[in-house]
Every structure is written in structure tokens, then in C-alpha cells.
């Protein structure tokens, strides 16, 4: 089975700070993609990854960056957080592109901004 | 721009009853449909999905869904629904390029005792 792997299930941060939300996953996927979900809104796209070093942005990347060193682990960073950050974000990933491939999740960080 | 709507927020069944969930996209091609569940605390979880062929896709835990193309939608069903089965709901569609998928707003289903 398919194992995502979120570093933090519940993260509390304070206005300002920078902030590293971590996945990881064990299935050599070239796919991985940052969502946050908010009530009503369903699970919006952050950004995703096609592969090392690569990025692009989806619906609503203002405010955030992603960094992709190593092809098991992508990094969502909230370069000064704020208080419109607070929400739940969810990491997936999923095989080559084209394929039609289901997304596998991870369980999700819950953030809170002070 | 593709989307999907799920109509409705908040469903509340009995034990034992019926299920419909209703899902409506909007896409120019022919779409990929997904329905994931999430259960409080957790993160995602692929219920049954539908690419192409027979339009009636059977899925883990019991559920189906039927794709309409005449009507836009993919609503998902249960016989009889479980306590187990209170989670939240998502439909999704995958463009068809990249593997990436708008979702809906999705339904959160509770059931009565």
C-alpha cells in the first residue's frame, strides 16, 4: 500500500513566523500536490510537482512556496504566515502523469495561526 | 475550466436506509470521476473511481456510483448505510492532463441510530 506521510498532524505557529509543513512518500510516485481544505471549499490546490526541483502553481499559491530536494518528500512553506492560513492541509501523490492514476493522501496537518 | 458540485452540504440517513449522493460536473471531454471519503482526522481515501466502459463502477465498503453523461453527474449509492460510513464525502474530476483533480465542496453525511 501507498503510505503518505505528513510530519505533523496538528501545528500551532504564531503571525510572522515561517512555516514547514513535510511530506513524504514510499512509492517512488514523480507526482505530489499541496491542498488545503476549508469548510464548503473542499480541498483547493496549492501547488504541485512533477518531479525534482520541478513546481507549479495551482488555484491559490499566493502566499506560499514548495520545495522539492529529493523525489520522496515535498515541502509546503508559508514564507510569513497569517492568520488566513489556519487549515487543514493535505498531501498527495500519484504515478506518472497521463495515466489517470488515483491521488493517495496523507492524514493531513491541521495549522493554526496566532 | 472544469468543475464539481456537490448540491449538498449535510446529509442525515438512519441506520440501515438508503444512500444517494449527488455529484455534477462540468468538463468539455470525457472526464476521469473520483469519489473519496474522509473520516474525521484522517486524510483522503479513494471510495471507487470511473474512466471509461460499464457506467456502473462498484467500490470498497459497499458503495457504487453510475455515471450519466446525459446528465452530467456521478452520484454515489449505498444499499444500507452504516454507522461507520458518517465521513465526509468528495467527488472529483481529474482533467485529463497531469493527474490533477478539481474536487467538490463535498457532503458531509451523518447517520442516525
Known amino acids: 500500500d501507498v503510505k503518505v506521510t505528513q510530519s505533523s498532524r496538528y501545528l500551532v505557529k504564531r503571525t510572522g513566523e515561517k512555516v514547514f509543513l513535510e511530506c513524504v512518500q514510499d512509492m517512488d510516485h514523480e507526482n505530489m500536490f499541496w491542498y488545503r481544505q476549508d469548510p464548503g471549499l473542499g480541498l483547493r490546490l496549492i501547488y504541485f510537482s512533477y518531479d525534482v526541483k520541478m513546481k507549479e502553481k495551482g488555484d491559490i499559491p499566493e502566499g506560499y512556496s514548495v520545495s522539492r530536494e529529493k523525489k520522496e518528500r515535498f515541502s509546503l512553506i508559508l514564507e510569513s504566515a497569517s492568520t488566513n492560513q489556519t487549515s487543514m492541509y493535505l498531501c498527495?501523490?500519484?504515478?506518472?502523469?497521463?495515466?489517470?492514476?488515483?491521488?493517495?493522501f496523507g492524514d493531513g496537518t491541521r495549522l493554526s495561526i496566532l | 475550466a472544469q468543475s464539481v458540485t456537490q448540491p449538498d452540504i449535510h446529509i442525515t440517513v438512519s441506520e440501515g436506509a438508503s444512500l444517494e449522493l449527488r455529484c455534477n460536473y462540468s468538463y468539455g471531454a470525457t472526464p476521469y470521476l473520483f469519489w473519496y471519503v474522509q473520516s474525521p482526522g484522517q486524510g483522503l481515501q479513494l471510495l471507487l473511481k470511473y474512466f471509461s466502459g460499464d457506467t456502473l463502477v462498484q467500490g470498497i465498503k459497499g458503495f457504487e456510483a453510475e455515471f450519466k453523461r446525459s446528465q452530467s453527474s456521478f452520484n454515489l449509492r449505498k444499499p444500507s448505510v452504516h454507522w461507520s460510513d458518517a465521513a465526509e464525502y468528495f467527488c472529483a474530476v481529474n482533467n485529463n492532463a497531469g493527474n490533477m483533480l478539481t474536487f467538490g465542496g463535498g457532503t458531509r453525511l451523518m447517520v442516525k441510530p
Open positions: 498527495a501523490s500519484t504515478k506518472l502523469q497521463g495515466e489517470n492514476q488515483p491521488q493517495h
